[in-house]
């Protein structure tokens, strides 16, 4: 079973990358993040294409901000939009998580809170939300968390740990609550010492330098690692005309169509930058 994570900064947007990208990678679930449509609208847009592809979905949205959805094509049962006790933020909950079980396995697609600036209002609904999460999650054995976790698991997952200091994405607090869910990092379990990013803002020629994040994850329960054979960024998908500015992450289990080829497909061009680089104002 092909598992795939992809935000896709708008999936109206991203419908000429979308379905080719599904006809070519043939992924049996997919999780997508700020879809940016409401479910009457993701329907209407997306019912068709995506059952003539053999997809179930499960999608739930709130218009112009956030919206997730699973695409399943091995079934999509016991659907949960939301978790229990999912904090609210400006008086509602936002539209940042849905699940399904999936050939198996329990699948969630997730759009963790920002953050935007450590110690404002936003960075602690997203610490409120993780520890909510963890407790609606804890105990699942077949478990996949999917989605932009918008945080970076280590210093390694960022291109300069020193352009990062004082940001939201790897502050300690961040940090523990990903690393509490007890969870494995498959990717990063794959490829231990590979410079591996799945995000990079679209300013600054951030991707053609390859200045990236790794905030693009998916965190697993025991049996479900265990059943990995191969882990990887497609990074093809952020080339060319009209990309989201994350790229798939991509896992397979039980077999590996393309074989175990990551990190990333393809690999940059450019080695890793030896200069101080500034973030671009208001970048991750």
């Known amino acids: 079973m092909r598992i795939a994570t992809w935000n896709v900064n708008s999936v109206k947007q991203r419908i000429p990358r979308l379905l080719p990208w ?41 218009g112009q901000w956030n919206g997730v959805a699973v695409l399943s094509r091995v079934g999509l049962d016991a659907v949960e939009r939301g978790f229990p006790g999912q904090p609210d933020y400006d008086g509602r909950a936002e ?56 945080i970076a698991p280590a210093d390694a997952d960022v291109f300069d740990p020193g352009a990062f200091s004082g940001h939201t994405h790897v502050t300690v607090p961040e940090r523990r609550r990903l690393a509490a869910f007890g969870l494995t990092d498959v990717v990063r379990e ?4 590979q410079r591996v990013f799945s995000y990079w803002d679209y300013r600054a020629g951030m991707f053609h330098q390859d200045l990236g994040m790794r905030i693009d994850l998916v965190l697993a329960s025991d049996s479900v690692a265990a059943r990995v054979r191969a882990a990887w960024v497609d990074r093809q998908a952020r080339k060319g005309k009209l990309p989201s500015d994350h790229a798939p992450v991509i896992v397979d289990l039980d077999d590996a169509p393309d074989g175990d080829i990551g990190p990333m497909v393809p690999p940059p061009s450019r080695p890793a930058t030896r200069r101080r680089v500034t973030l671009p104002q208001g970048s991750r």
Do not use: I
């Open 95 to 150: 539209a940042r998580a849905v699940a399904a079980t999936c050939g198996g396995v329990r699948v969630w697609s997730l759009y963790v809170p920002n953050g935007r600036e450590v110690d404002s209002d936003h960075y602690a609904y997203k610490l409120a939300w993780l520890d909510a999460l963890a407790a609606a999650t804890v105990g699942e054995p077949e478990l996949a968390l999917c989605g932009d976790m918008n």
């Open 22 to 62: 599904l006809e070519e990678r043939h992924p049996d679930v997919v999780c997508l993040q700020e879809t940016k449509l409401t479910d009457a609208a993701f329907e209407e847009l997306l019912a068709e294409p995506l059952a003539e592809r053999g997809y179930a979905f499960a999608h739930h949205g709130q």
């Open 190 to 193: 794959r490829w231990p010492e």
